[in-house]
């Protein structure tokens, strides 16, 4: 199956850091793994991507397994609005336009 | 600041009846998506405009269809809306396949 894997649920303490794992065991050399997540009641918005280096940005930073067939989505210091469901995505580079979503991880943080 | 905006948020329809749900941005990206989003399930792609081209995904129902009249708006349009077509209609745009930014979507209700 092309699709991510995400565990359904995790839940985390407020200003700790979380740790959130991605399968993509058939993933192919030209795609790209990309992070969305989703708030209530938004639409998803971009957190971050990359292909085989780990990425860091102001959101989160990424670390992507040597073999390329699992990643994690690392936001330092959690806080109540991280409270959303993080979806791990396949972007194909040679179809750019075609996300390929996982079932997503809803991500519970406990004040 | 530069959106994608969706209107209305919430439409209620009638089984059967047309309905239409419209997308506009002020980013001026060259492509623009719809996704259908089912209650705690990721979004899936229904399609893409690549500027003026459409493109269809394989299992998109026929009676889904997409208009775009200019860069900046792009229309779903539901012909004979059924009850399973009851979820979020998510609109989101691109420069050239790469980020997608996303509206907060339409709600649709089938009555």
């Known amino acids: 199956d092309a699709k991510t894997t995400q565990p359904n649920s995790m839940e985390s303490n407020e200003e700790e850091p979380v740790h959130l794992p991605c399968n993509h065991s058939t993933i192919s050399g030209t795609d790209y793994i990309h992070w969305y997540r989703q708030l209530p009641s938004q639409g998803p918005e971009y957190v971050i991507h990359g292909l085989t280096s780990n990425v860091n940005n102001r959101m989160a930073s990424l670390a992507i397994a040597e073999d390329r067939k699992s990643s994690t989505l690392i936001l330092h210091r959690a806080t109540l609005r991280d409270a959303a469901v993080y979806y791990c995505i396949r972007g194909a580079l040679d179809s750019n336009y075609q996300l390929i979503w996982g079932a997503g991880t809803k991500l519970i943080i406990k004040p | 600041d530069a959106m994608v905006i969706q209107n209305p948020r919430y439409q209620v329809t009638q089984f059967g009846k047309p309905v239409t749900l419209s997308c506009s941005q002020t980013l001026n990206h060259n492509v623009m998506y719809w996704y259908q989003q089912k209650s705690s399930q990721a979004p899936k792609l229904l399609f893409h405009?690549?500027?003026?081209?459409?493109?269809n995904e394989a299992d998109t129902p026929d009676n889904f269809q997409s208009r775009r009249p200019n860069t900046s708006f792009c229309f779903l349009d539901i012909r004979s809306p059924g009850l399973g077509d009851a979820a979020m209609y998510l609109c989101a745009t691109s420069r050239e396949g790469r980020t997608q930014h996303f509206g907060d979507g339409t709600r649709l209700s089938i009555l």
């Open positions: 405009y690549y500027d003026k081209d459409f493109n």
